[in-house]
């Protein structure tokens, strides 16, 4: 069984107003997104895999409030939350989990395949770890090019046992990439407990062979994920090279809707949902009296609203044509070199 962490969180006195409102709205936008998503999926009308974010997202917010927004992020499928976070529309991220032309892969990616040239969201992606060599990648187009800018590459408790972890640490850190690692421990993998499948259990201490600096994180905590993020983001912009963050965090829900959850007690998920970082924010802004009851309700009529539109704006879009399927496939390209 895993133990929640049982130390009292308070507010950060370094963390402006703005942000504790910015965290809340996002947060909630991401919980009420899955949500729906999850309702949708029972009515069929979203097919294929579906893993939710639900429980994660002061991962996510506490990510994006330190980040550029020219700097890059790629993760793994659970992805949801996180593109909702880095700005893309509920719109766009509903009508892809529906298959429809109008997503933000047009309707290719699905679930898993969530991207966004615009706002930088390299991608969720299917395959466990390979965006983690993908994410040095882009890193190191970053530093060729000069950019100043950082990718933050994310993967799972279970992507850290693929041998190409240990193939792009040793990488990154000879080549000193503007990089940050993070693994959203959310303890189980698939279906399995970190304790089963390794005998190192503080993921963390895995950058020590290539002496990538390396910590553990609250992940359950905004105001944790803020002041790691902040260090490590700094750490790689000034070209000292890669760090890596083990975000200990927790998922509500299964692996995927298809998940029976078997392998862990109700009590030991309640005593994760105590720590809710949802209403943790929620209290905050409240005992500081930055809000009224009255504006969070009317903040959640909002999103809800948002929410619902999102599916109408969905379920109303056309489906990508068989022609759509030659789209996307290549680029065109200048090849001087190459003569017609």
């Known amino acids: 069984m895993v133990k929640a962490p049982k130390k009292k969180r308070t507010a950060s006195t370094k963390i402006p107003k703005k942000t504790y409102l910015e ?16 309702m949708m999926y029972g009515q069929q009308k979203i097919r294929g895999f579906l893993h939710l974010y639900i429980g994660q997202e002061a991962v996510s917010v506490g990510m994006m409030s330190v980040l550029k927004p020219e700097d890059k992020v790629i993760t793994a499928y ?5 593109a909702l976070a880095r700005g893309m529309g509920a719109n766009e991220c509903m009508a892809e989990l529906f298959g429809k032309s109008t997503g933000c892969s047009k309707g290719k990616g699905g679930s898993m395949h969530f991207f966004s040239k615009e706002k930088n969201f ?5 395959i466990v770890g390979a965006q983690i060599a993908m994410g040095a990648g882009i890193a190191f187009a970053e530093k060729y090019n000069n950019t100043g800018n950082v990718c933050v590459t994310m993967f799972g408790d279970g992507a850290a046992r693929q041998g190409i972890l240990h193939e792009t640490f040793n990488m990154a850190m000879t080549w000193k990439l503007p990089v940050v690692f993070i693994c959203e421990n959310n303890f189980y993998a698939m279906g399995t407990s970190v304790e089963r499948t390794s005998n190192i259990s503080e993921i963390h201490t895995l950058g020590e062979a290539y002496d990538l600096p390396s910590e553990p994180v609250d992940g359950m905590s905004c105001e944790a994920v803020y002041a790691a993020l902040d260090k490590a983001v700094k750490h790689a912009r000034s070209g000292k090279g890669p760090y890596f963050l083990e975000i200990k965090t927790y998922r509500y829900k299964g692996h995927s809707m298809s998940d029976p959850q078997k392998y862990r007690s109700k009590e030991e998920v309640n005593e994760f949902k105590k720590l809710d970082p949802i209403e943790q924010v929620r209290a905050t802004i409240l005992k500081k009296k930055w809000v009224t009851k009255k504006w969070i309700e009317e903040l959640e009529a909002k999103i809800k609203q948002t929410v619902l539109d999102s599916v109408e704006f969905a379920e109303n879009s056309p489906y990508p044509t068989q022609e759509d399927l030659f789209e996307d496939v290549y680029v065109q390209g200048d090849y001087p070199y190459i003569k017609d």
């Open 122 to 126: 390299m991608g969720g992606h299917g």
């Open 23 to 38: 965290w809340f709205e996002s947060m909630l936008l991401q919980r009420r997104f899955e949500e729906r998503a999850a």
């Open 78 to 82: 659970r992805d949801h939350g996180l």
